[in-house]
Nanobody, 123 residues
Framework: QVQLAESGGGLVQTGGSLRLHCAASGRTFSRYVMGWFRQAPGKERQFVAAISWRGVSTYYADSVKGRFTISRNNANNTVYLQMNSLKPEDTAVYYC????????????????WGQGTQVTVSS
């Protein structure tokens, strides 16, 4: 089992920045591909970004490329999502996810999910 806990969400104006954190506990963190998804009201869950086991490879949705950066620190079992140049359409609940494969990138699925943190971007 892997437990995931997100933090860092909040209210920000258009063009602002936020940094989300996801703390993992349980099984060996470095075994998992880590990622972020988001879900806006009335919309389906959407893949945002993912990072490979040792952080060598990263993957992004086209809508966030060049604005968001995913990173991880395997020493303290944490994955981050730096979000810059935020837009109102980035408003959503952001979920941290973990999977032993890259299924989250290909299929949008994951073995483990956090509870989510709200990000609201005002216009």
């Amino acid at each position: 089992q892997v437990q995931l806990a997100e933090s860092g969400g909040g209210l920000v104006q258009t063009g602002g920045s936020l940094r989300l954190h996801c703390a993992a506990s349980g099984r060996t963190f470095s075994r998992y591909v880590m990622g972020w998804f988001r879900q806006a009201p009335g919309k389906e869950r959407q893949f945002v970004a993912a990072i490979s086991w040792r952080g060598v490879s990263t993957y992004y949705a086209d809508s966030v490329k060049g604005r968001f950066t995913i990173s991880r620190n395997n020493a303290n079992n944490t994955v981050y999502l730096q979000m810059n140049s935020l837009k109102p359409e980035d408003t959503a609940v952001y979920y941290c996810a973990a999977d032993e494969t890259t299924n989250m990138v290909v299929h949008g699925s994951a073995d483990y999910w956090g509870q989510g943190t709200q990000v609201t971007v005002s216009s």
